[in-house]
């Protein structure tokens, strides 16, 4: 089945630092891949859109500068926690959908789990 | 305002019982219902969907029913293992499945041996 690789799995930052997480389609190309947030058993909270070559569309209350989205390729999404702080700490999500398709060939990397100290 | 209400938040039941999970949805622009479950530390997985020309739609042992003119569906677990312990997500979405995905607020199954 299709694969979309999450990294890294975890990561422990200091507050004010930056962090880079990436999300790769392995054997199928992205135009659109899916950002998200998880806290503890709660459900997925979709922070933004992203689209290959176009700036990503961000939800209502999600700070653009402060997470920015990079989709630079079609098997290639970044998102980037700029001056992390601890309330920042979560688990992001991504998701990659088979260009041209509709959600059913919709698939999820591992998560990123971010502890800001 | 959520707009895909599931319940029950946790359920436990013995190996081989029939766990029911129900969704209902507000907006009748919905025309795609995935459920997803998703183990701890993981993303997501696609267990089954439905699209609502049908009613009933089975795969293995997981079944969803759908019914258009309640707005509900629910998810089914025929012979439950203890494998089956998961959270699991139901959603919605517009335009054929193409547009974002909304996710209930989850699940959480405990399957005891």
């Known amino acids: 089945g299709a694969v979309v690789s999450q990294h890294p799995s975890w990561v422990i930052c200091k507050s004010g630092t930056s962090v880079k997480i990436e999300c790769r389609s392995l054997?199928?190309?992205?135009?659109?891949m899916f950002w998200y947030r998880q806290f503890p058993k709660q459900s997925l909270m979709l922070m933004a859109t992203?689209?290959?070559?176009?700036?990503?569309?961000?939800e209502q209350g999600v700070e653009k500068d402060k997470f920015l989205i990079n989709h630079a390729s079609l098997t290639l999404s970044t998102l980037t926690v700029t001056s992390a702080h601890p309330e920042d700490s979560s688990f992001y999500i991504c998701?990659?959908?088979?260009?041209?398709?509709?959600?059913?060939?919709?698939?999820f990397g591992s998560g990123t789990q971010l502890s800001v100290l | 305002q959520q707009q895909v209400k599931q319940s029950p938040q946790s359920l436990i039941v013995q190996k081989g019982g029939i766990p029911i999970i129900n969704c209902a949805y507000e907006?009748?622009?919905?025309?795609?219902f995935p459920w997803y479950q998703q183990f701890p530390g993981k993303g997501p997985a696609l267990l089954i969907a439905?699209?609502?020309?049908?009613s009933e739609k089975k795969e293995g042992r997981f079944t969803i029913s759908f019914n258009k003119s309640a707005k509900q569906f629910s998810l089914h677990i025929m012979d439950s293992q203890p494998g089956d312990s998961a959270t699991y997500f139901c959603?919605?979405?517009?335009?054929?499945?193409?547009?974002?995905?909304?996710f209930g607020k989850g699940t959480k199954l405990t399957v005891n041996p």
């Open positions: 998701s990659a959908r088979v260009t041209g398709a509709t959600n059913e060939k919709l698939f």
């Open positions: 054997d199928f190309q992205a135009t659109t």
């Open positions: 992203s689209n290959e070559g176009s700036k990503a569309t961000y």
């Open positions: 907006n009748t622009a919905f025309d795609y």
């Open positions: 439905i699209r609502p020309d049908v």
């Open positions: 959603a919605a979405s517009r335009q054929g499945g193409s547009e974002k995905l909304v």
